[in-house]
């Protein structure tokens, strides 16, 4: 938790040395990334093998069989991070300028986590249209995309365009790398309370982003039944005001029909999936299915506080780290990458996303308990059992290259 100096910033009045009194400031002062040489340049040796005229050979050959260029260029070990700034964090839409530190954070973590570079690109355009193109071509200077902080529903289109264009992996965390690791907490929450995913029945609060892509991956992974809500209620088929995502969401899910509130859905569930920044009551949460699963996932304020959650659940999960079971996307993205990347892999499939689940849980093993449904992000363990996890699964559905 930050500590410090509060700043109301205002740019007429602020001086850079009072903000950094606040220790936040302080370590982002300068930026958080910057760029190093894998090569010496000691002498006109190394200089006229490094650029010119060296490196004409490796262009000429590279002009000449352009895959060689994931072998003699940096392309094969680095992703673009790339926003918009219309989604940030709990933020909103702040801006491609303002997203710029988010970015940063993300490529840090990619480097720390599984050595892959990265390189943030905030994009001053929001349309579909303009970010597709954009993103498309500056993509053959990267050996994969990483979509961030892209408002729903324009994330969804923008993905799926740039998936049917490129042939290296696109993956949009704020969808994919939830998903993953909500699945992975749950399969462990739900052989900690002897059921299978099939006799459960979840809710989802929130349509967006992460909303849709944790019920698309549950569906996949055979949850029995899941119904969504958003800022008007439970979504079904036939109601009104539905945009083509949720129209597709309301065809597969919600079996029982629910048509109220988020609470009335709640009473006799199983599982209750927060992803909305509501609040739901506690009385809520005490009508839940014995034996209840919580993962109030929205940040920095839960949906209900874990400690009112716990008086009802057996299992409760947040996105925060000073509480336990932190679904965290540091758990999932940075090992999806470098597996993808290490097998040069030309997409990501759902059977990779749903291996980085499964091999997630699989770290917490035989020390499964209440508070320990997933493991920690700094837990050693985590990113090599992904990458193996996913490299794997990646052959096994034939779009590895190496």
């Known amino acids: 938790m930050t500590t410090g ?3 109301a910033v205002t740019p007429a009045s602020v001086s850079l040395e009072s903000l950094d009194l606040d ?14 040489s894998t090569i010496p340049v000691r002498d006109a040796d190394d200089l006229s093998l490094a650029y010119t005229p060296g490196v004409a050979k490796v262009c000429t050959a590279i002009a000449e069989s352009p895959e060689l260029a994931r072998d003699y260029t940096w392309v094969s070990n680095v992703v673009a991070v790339v926003s918009d700034g219309t989604a940030v964090l709990g933020l909103g839409d702040i801006g491609p300028s303002a997203a710029m530190p988010v970015m940063e954070g993300k490529a840090l973590l990619f480097k720390e986590f599984a050595g892959v570079d990265a390189v943030p690109i905030c994009l001053d355009c929001t349309s579909v249209d303009a970010l597709v193109e954009t993103v498309a071509r500056l993509a053959p200077s990267f ?6 902080d892209i408002s729903a529903p324009r994330c969804f289109e923008v993905e799926d365009r740039l998936r049917d264009l ?5 993956f949009h965390d704020d969808q994919h790398g939830t998903a993953i690791v909500v699945l992975a907490a749950l399969q462990n929450a739900a052989r900690l309370t002897g059921r299978p995913l099939s006799a459960l029945r979840a809710v989802v609060a929130g349509a967006g982003a992460s909303g849709v892509a944790v019920t698309r991956m549950l569906l996949n ?4 039944d899941i119904a969504v809500s958003d800022s008007k209620g439970m979504i079904y088929e036939g109601r009104s005001g539905l945009n083509p995502f949720k129209q597709a969401l309301a065809a597969d899910t919600n079996k029982a029909r629910h048509t109220g509130s988020t609470e009335q859905a709640l009473a006799g569930a199983d599982v209750f999936v927060g992803l909305s920044g509501s609040t739901v009551p506690e009385e809520a949460i005490a009508s839940m299915a014995a034996d209840s699963i919580v993962f109030a996932l929205s940040n920095p304020t839960p949906e209900v506080h874990p400690s009112v959650a716990a008086r009802y659940a057996r299992v409760v999960a947040t996105g925060r780290s000073d509480f336990p079971n932190q679904i965290n996307n540091v758990l999932a993205f940075p090992g999806v990458f470098r597996g993808a990347l290490d097998v040069r892999a030309s997409t990501i499939t759902e059977n990779m996303k749903v291996a980085a689940a499964t091999a997630l849980a699989d770290v917490v093993g035989d020390a499964l308990r209440e508070d320990y449904v997933i493991p920690s992000p700094f837990d050693p363990r985590v990113a090599p059992a992904v990458i193996a996890a996913v490299a794997a699964q990646a052959r096994e559905d034939g779009v590895a290259r190496l």
Do not use: C, Q, S, T
């Open 5 to 7: 100096v509060a700043v």
């Open 23 to 36: 220790p936040a400031f302080a370590l982002h002062r300068g930026g958080k990334l910057e760029v190093r």
């Open 143 to 148: 050996g994969g995309i990483n979509l961030e």
């Open 166 to 170: 490129l042939d290296i992996p696109v």
């Open 221 to 224: 992974a055979g949850i029995g």
